[in-house]
């Protein structure tokens, strides 16, 4: 594994921390990390013993209004309810 696949993978494990914590908030249920793989991302494993892969996925935002937004508004990052529209759109 080359140096870029393993600081990728770091960064991955920090921003799946940031969603478990959330799935575990949001369902009550905690997920358990089994393996770190390429696709799905991760292999984690319910209460229940069943497995579920976990693909990270980075939403953006066309590159002009970003830019826009950065020069004119000061906005730095994402809405959340604009990122769960592309989402949706997206799927």
Not at 48 to 59: N, P
């Amino acid at each position: 594994m080359s140096d870029q696949e393993i600081g990728k993978k770091i960064v991955e494990g920090t921003k799946l921390e940031s969603f478990l914590e959330a799935y575990e908030w949001v369902t009550g249920h905690a997920l358990r990390v089994i393996e770190a793989n390429e696709n799905p991302d991760f292999i984690c494993e319910r209460p229940d013993g069943s497995r579920v892969g976990v693909e990270l996925t980075k939403v953006t935002r066309d590159k002009n209004l970003m830019f826009a937004e950065n020069v004119l508004d000061r906005k730095y990052e994402i809405d959340p309810y604009e990122a769960a529209d592309i989402i949706h759109y997206l799927r």
